[in-house]
């Protein structure tokens, strides 16, 4: 069974840095990719970064390349989402999820509870 547990949401400034983080087991971190989702209400689904489990590879969306960073610590079956550079606009529940297999790019079927952040003056 593959379980996530988000934490490391908050209230920010612009401008600040928060680090997201995603506990999971070894068993999911070396079977399956994880990537980190925002929802914001009325708004679609945003697909942030993805990590591979196969050989670490990372995606990102446009919108937070070169400001987030995802990464993973197998050792303490961790993932997490270094996001900088927040602006207001990245006030949302972010997510990490699981995909059904590897690699990034699939539909994912595990989430995690997710976690608030707000971006705020």
């Known amino acids: 069974q593959v379980q996530l547990v988000e934490s490391g949401g908050g209230f920010v400034q612009p401008g600040g840095s928060l680090r997201l983080s995603c506990a999971t087991s070894r068993a999911t971190l070396d079977y399956y990719a994880i990537g980190w989702f925002r929802r914001v209400p009325g708004k679609e689904q945003e697909e942030l970064a993805c990590i591979s489990a196969h050989d670490g590879s990372t995606l990102y969306a446009d919108s937070v390349k070169g400001r987030f960073t995802i990464s993973r610590d197998i050792a303490k079956n961790m993932v997490y989402l270094q996001m900088n550079g927040l602006k207001p606009e990245d006030t949302a529940v972010y997510y990490c999820?699981?995909?059904?297999?590897?690699?990034?790019?699939?539909?994912?079927?595990?989430w995690g509870q997710g976690t608030q952040v707000t971006v705020s003056s």
């Open positions: 999820a699981a995909p059904a297999g590897s690699y990034c790019g699939w539909a994912y079927d595990y």
